[in-house]
């Protein structure tokens, strides 16, 4: 859930910034990676694929997110034989 959030307020400093400009652009980068990797590290105890494939983990988080907004993720996990997430 800490990725949802974290990729939903990069939409919404993103707006800002481009609306007002100047330093709400930082925010972009801090609100998704700063609700990403503390869940990594305490929730899911994993290393962030962010340090090993900045580019890769940046989409597939968006990726993510879509699918999971559009109700589609489950189908996409169960393919890869991955359980749901929790709610």
């Keep these: 859930m800490l990725h949802y959030i974290g990729t939903a307020m ?3 400093f993103a707006a800002v910034a481009i609306a007002r400009g ?7 980068p801090l609100a998704g990676y700063g609700m990403a990797w503390p869940a990594h590290f ?3 105890k994993n ?13 597939s988080d968006y990726r993510m ?3 999971w907004a559009s ?3 489950s189908a996409h996990l169960a393919a890869a034989g991955v359980g749901a ?3």
């Design 10 to 12: 990069t939409f919404g």
């Design 22 to 28: 100047g330093w709400w652009w930082a925010l972009v």
């Design 42 to 44: 305490a929730v899911e």
């Design 47 to 59: 290393r962030p694929a962010t340090f090993t494939y900045p580019l890769w983990s940046l989409v």
């Design 65 to 67: 997110f879509f699918l």
């Design 71 to 73: 109700g589609r993720l």
């Design 85 to 87: 997430p929790a709610a």
